[in-house]
């Protein structure tokens, strides 16, 4: 899937919470927000997924490498909101990501901590 196709118009079965349930949990969620508790085992790759609205991302347990991976299996560059934030996270309290609507693909984590976080997502 395309990132310039509209967000609202991507398949309702890869919403994250549909299509990767053992890695999102939803803890709460109105007309305007979703709050997910997301978790990734060390050497864990989700199944893909999207997320089609804007969030913020805080993680309390966060180690590189972490990879993003599309749905062809092609690992996408380190240039994205959470691999770049990661770069300059001392390692100290939450690291805080603002996040864009993410295209269907898929989290691996190679590192030998689970990620866990909250993600805030924005409806409106």
Do not use: Y
């Not at 990767?20 to 990734?40: D, G, K, T, Y």
């Not at 390692?91 to 805030?120: F, K, T, W, Y």
């Amino acid at each position: 899937m395309s990132s310039t196709i509209d967000p609202l118009s991507w398949d309702p079965a890869l919403d994250a919470v549909i299509a990767a349930p053992a890695n999102h949990r939803v803890l709460f969620e109105n007309n305007r927000l979703r709050v997910l508790e997301v978790i990734l085992d060390p050497g864990e790759e989700e199944p893909v997924h999207h997320h089609r609205w804007p969030s913020v991302f805080v993680f309390d347990q966060l180690k590189g490498p972490i990879h993003d991976i599309a749905p062809d299996g092609t690992q996408l560059p380190p240039d994205r909101d959470v691999m770049l934030a990661l770069e300059g996270w001392d390692g100290r309290g939450c690291l805080v990501v603002h996040m864009a609507p993410q295209p269907a693909g898929r989290v691996l984590n190679e590192s030998d901590l689970q990620v866990h976080g909250i993600r805030i997502e924005m409806k409106a």
